[in-house]
């Protein structure tokens, strides 16, 4: 395969940047559709950044602890969940190494600042206690959703989900949650969680707390993107006049493609942990 000019322009920067590893991720967190591409993305328009370390599970290099394959790639959530996982025994210098040389990579010339957004849906809830570990002045921010949209997304946008049963699809959303929760407990004044409903009501509001939080300094003047349609389906889609717009309602549409039956298992098992997610981030971070 012939090198891109996008992946040698990575490379150079990575060896100009070789052996930095002064970097502050602000870890951004979510099951995929969760709605954390959006608030990464608005972050890294609007604010200076070492670096954003988009998908970073995904882009990870062969051989990195933190590598992850596509769903695709997968034929059972539970082998999936599996490869999620990194083993306990690898030790913290390794970790850090392994981030710093892909934060240099994405690092533009000049380094803007130490602060790095690397988000990694799924993977980052199961990785927690790693990430902290690499980096402990790391902050992460939780994105969760209401669930039966969020369920509705996961089946439409991913094979994997969509073969999934209901039942075992609600299990996995779950386990990510609570997983994250519980290994983030002993740091969690550097965790703060918001709801994607909020996100959208709250833009503005919401991206200025999550900025003053995470020492993230603004840009003098707003990062240009190529205009994309709204098209419902995957990752960041809505861009007019170079800027992300916010579509309010989506939940609703999402909602009504569920039988009544479907719904009440969704939200009887799912319901409780959403709500108490947002209690928790509401009480701690107003």
């Avoid at 000019?5 to 970097?23: E, Q, W």
């Avoid at 967190?29 to 890294?44: D, E, K, Q, R």
């Avoid at 603004?218 to 889609?237: C, H, M, T």
Wanted: glycine share 6%; hydrophobic share 40%; charged share 25%.
């Amino acid at each position: 395969m012939r090198p891109t000019l996008t992946g040698a322009l990575k490379s150079i920067r990575g060896l100009m940047h070789l052996g930095d590893d002064d970097f502050e991720p602000l870890f951004v967190c979510g099951i995929a559709g969760c709605g954390n591409t959006l608030l990464a993305a608005l972050l890294h328009e609007r604010y200076r950044v070492g670096a954003f370390a988009d998908e970073s599970a995904l882009r990870a290099p062969f051989g990195s602890p933190f590598f992850l394959e596509s769903t695709v790639k997968f034929a059972s959530l539970a082998q999936f969940t599996d490869a999620l996982q990194i083993p306990a025994e690898i030790d913290q210098a390794t970790l850090r190494r392994s981030l710093a040389r892909q934060y240099c990579r994405e690092s533009p010339l000049p380094k803007l600042g130490r602060v790095v957004i690397d988000k990694a849906p799924n993977a980052h809830l199961l990785r927690s206690r790693q990430l902290h570990a690499a980096y402990p002045e790391g902050h992460f921010v939780l994105v969760f959703r209401e669930p039966a949209s969020h369920i509705e997304g996961l089946r439409r946008k991913w094979t994997l989900f969509r073969n999934a049963p209901l039942e075992k699809l609600c299990d996995f959303w779950i386990i990510l949650h609570e997983r994250f929760m519980a290994e983030s407990a002993d740091f969690r004044d550097l965790v703060t969680g918001i709801s994607y409903e909020t996100l959208v009501a709250n833009t503005d509001e919401v991206c200025e707390r999550v900025a003053q939080w995470a020492c993230l300094e603004p840009r003098a003047v707003n990062l240009k993107r190529q205009d994309s349609e709204n098209r419902p389906g995957f990752a960041l889609r809505n861009v007019r006049i170079g800027q992300i717009a916010i579509v309010k309602d989506v939940n609703r549409g999402a909602i009504s493609k569920f039988t009544q039956q479907e719904l009440d298992v969704i939200r009887t098992k799912l319901t409780p942990l959403y709500e108490k997610m947002r209690a928790e981030f509401a009480q701690r971070h107003g």
